[in-house]
Nanobody, 120 residues
């Protein structure tokens, strides 16, 4: 199993960035996917998750802190999950990771993550 995150960088407060995570080694379309982040000095936390595709499309869920600002999406043809991040705040600074699963991360090893730094 492999996760390759990309798209991070330095962005100003209020700005936007889109993260991508390309996966391999498992049947992507059969698994919910979750974006996590680890801020400096803090535990890693799940922030956005998306279910498998269904009759009405996949279901997404977010922590309150990012709700309305971040949008998770998936492309089953490309085995990829994305995270559109808008209205970024200083406290969004973190390393962002993806993994399969809804309630817990299912696979090891994790990817290298992608750093998002929100700064003036």
């Amino acid at each position: 199993v492999q996760f390759v995150e990309s798209g991070g960088g330095l962005v100003q407060p209020g700005g936007s960035v889109k993260l991508s995570c390309v996966t391999s080694g498992f049947t992507f379309s059969r698994f919910p996917m979750t974006w996590y982040r680890q801020a400096p000095g803090k535990e890693i936390e799940p922030i956005a998750k998306i279910s498998e595709d269904g009759d009405d499309g996949p279901r997404a869920d977010y922590i309150d802190d990012v709700k309305g600002r971040f949008t998770i999406s998936r492309d089953d043809a490309e085995n990829m999950v994305s995270l559109q991040m808008n209205s970024l705040k200083f406290e969004d600074t973190a390393v962002y990771y993806c993994n399969a699963g809804w309630k817990k991360a299912l696979f090891n090893p994790w990817g290298q993550g992608t750093q998002v730094t929100v700064s003036l």
